[in-house]
């Protein structure tokens, strides 16, 4: 595909939509940005638009601060690191790539250099008898996580908690399909038997 | 890696992807592969149960903050002149805020 022609294409339909009535009058009712699908709110947001790029934002960033609140110490952190993937996303757009890898896996790629540096800390602690009849919560998985090695953990958290593909996954950690089914197998066994250290309440 | 941790690694991988895309449950995973089932139980159900997590989310507060900041940023100092995969920028693209 001509890469212009699609760029056009945007202002084509802005020029073909139903309520365009020319520069003059400046009524607008169709707005590309309000109702933009994904590629279309990264091009304007490379062409730094601020309300394209806060649309992206609206989007992921539930996603992209889930994928950091199990990586790190607390909520609070969490929250700070997200602000700081979106600030940085929006410095480095241009860098993006479509034939590479999603958006998503994009911003969880600069998410990932974030929490680099915030390790959580691991507490031997048996947490087998803290999951409840209801289940696994998220304080204890993150502790558990805690305790495995930091590639393992971020399989986990791409794989099951993001639902990440494998392939994603790769693309995110910049390793091979191999190496995350490696991660997955080896991160799942553990997870296994740290929570199974003490028995369940049922 | 022994051929046989490979294998499993694998199996495994195959069978949560047949899950994900709801080609297949657990037991139906299990019962394709008697041989390694007694291994792949305990890590399908620690898959599932870690998919079953409630969500976490960041506050509203932060979200209504950090979207606000992002309005007000300067534009990006860093720029290759490009447009994405689209080729270089040919003309301003319009600002649609102040259309509204």
Not at chain 1, 4 to 24: D, K, L, Q, T
Request: proline share 6%; hydrophobic share 40%.
């Amino acid at each position: 595909m001509n890469s212009s022609s699609v760029y056009f294409g945007v202002e084509r339909r802005i020029h073909n939509s139903p309520g365009y009535m020319g520069r003059e009058r400046r009524a607008m009712p169709w707005n590309p940005v309000r109702a933009g699908d994904e590629p279309t709110l990264i091009q304007y947001a490379i062409a730094r638009n601020r309300e394209a790029f806060a649309r992206l934002y609206d989007r992921h960033v539930d996603k992209v601060f889930k994928y950091i609140y199990y990586l790190v110490g607390t909520k609070r952190e969490a929250e700070e690191l997200t602000g700081q993937v979106f600030g940085k996303a929006w410095q480095t757009i241009g860098d993006f790539r479509w034939a590479e890898q999603s958006f998503v896996a994009w911003l969880c790629g600069i998410a990932r250099q974030a929490v680099t540096a915030h390790a959580p800390q691991a507490h031997d602690a048996p947490i087998g008898d803290e999951i409840s009849a209801s289940g696994l919560t998220a304080d204890v998985l993150k502790r558990a996580l805690a305790r495995l090695a930091p590639d393992e953990r971020q399989v986990v958290v791409l794989r099951f908690v993001e639902g990440f593909s494998v392939q994603q996954t790769a693309e995110v950690m910049g390793k091979s399909r191999k190496d995350v089914q490696t991660y997955q197998h080896r991160a799942l066994t553990e997870l296994g038997a740290i929570m199974s250290e003490s028995p369940r309440q049922e | 890696m022994t051929e046989v941790g490979t294998m499993i690694e694998l199996i495994l991988d195959e069978c949560l992807e047949d899950i994900r895309a709801k080609r297949a449950t657990v037991a139906d995973c299990l019962a394709r592969r008697p041989n390694v089932a007694a291994d792949l139980a305990p890590l399908l159900e620690m898959a599932l149960a870690i998919a079953g997590v409630p969500e976490v989310r960041p506050s509203e507060e932060f979200k209504r903050a950090t979207r606000e900041r992002l309005l007000r940023l300067s534009p990006p100092t860093k720029s290759n002149g490009r447009m994405g995969d689209l080729g270089p920028r040919a003309s301003p693209v319009p600002d649609t805020k102040e259309r509204v």
